[in-house]
T-cell receptor, first 114, second 116 residues
Framework: DQQVKQNSPSLSVQEGRISILNCDYT??????FLWYKKYPAEGPTFLIS?????DKNEDGRFTVFLNKSAKHLSLHIVPSQPGDSAVYFC?????????????FGTGTRLTIIP | EAQVTQNPRYLITVTGKKLTVTCSQN?????MSWYRQDPGLGLRQIYY???????DKGDVPEGYKVSRKEKRNFPLILESPSPNQTSLYFC???????????????FGNGTRLTVT
């Protein structure tokens, strides 16, 4: 059972426009959410995170929004740049200290069109 | 340079032939973990280690073994590989014990394993 879902396997966006990547989750025990970015032939790298007690976190061009009532997470990239072309994974953390689990979504491939 | 190093990057083997994928980190991290990435399934945790000599099963541990004899190394062992273990494998580490809010996972560049 996939507890973290990214329903769009791919997304194409024009350079300079906004990219919106979505993530839905089912487990209400998740207390922290993260986005990772992955280029081909490389491991995922951490991008941005948000605690479940917040509804928005911003870091430069990247903003993550959390809607707990809808169990929905989104990543906004604005303006989109060619270097943003990658696979994006959302992940959710739960569990107590020392027994934490990180569950990943299936990923969305973002292509920025110059 | 701070990094997680996996070897080999690519490996083709036959069913039943034991293999080890090595993982080493130079960041003095306590926490290390192995994931596999499969199409349509995302990243799934195989095993993790909170500290030296402490390991525990993740979501898909069947067919795998790990050891953590020293802090920097966390090898993944497939005693008798089968074709359903064909996958892309990632090792990851994190400072502190567990997955601290301010220290997310650092991943290696992956090992693509094919079992025929």
């Amino acid at each position: 059972d996939q507890q973290v879902k990214q329903n769009s396997p791919s997304l194409s966006v024009q350079e300079g426009r906004i990219s919106i990547l979505n993530c839905d989750y089912t487990n209400s025990m998740f207390d922290y959410f993260l986005w990772y970015k992955k280029y081909p032939a490389e491991g995922p790298t951490f991008l941005i995170s948000i605690s479940s007690i917040k509804d928005k976190n911003e870091d430069g061009r990247f903003t993550v929004f959390l809607n707990k009532s809808a169990k929905h997470l989104s990543l906004h990239i604005v303006p989109s740049q060619p270097g943003d072309s990658a696979v994006y994974f959302c992940a959710a953390k739960w569990g107590n200290f020392g027994n934490e689990k990180l569950t990943f979504g299936t990923g969305t491939r973002l292509t920025i069109i110059p | 340079e701070a990094q997680v190093t996996q070897n080999p990057r690519y490996l083709i083997t036959v069913t039943g032939k034991k293999l080890t994928v090595t993982c080493s980190q130079n960041m003095n991290h306590e926490y290390m973990s192995w994931y596999r990435q499969d199409p349509g399934l995302g990243l799934r945790q195989i095993y993790y280690s909170m500290n030296v000599e402490v390991t525990d099963k993740g979501d898909v541990p069947e067919g795998y073994k790990v050891s953590r004899k020293e802090k920097r190394n966390f090898p993944l062992i497939l005693e008798s590989p089968s074709p359903n273990q064909t996958s892309l494998y990632f090792c990851a580490s994190s400072s502190g014990q567990g997955i601290p809010y301010d220290s997310p996972l650092h991943f290696g560049n992956g090992t693509r394993l094919t079992v025929t």
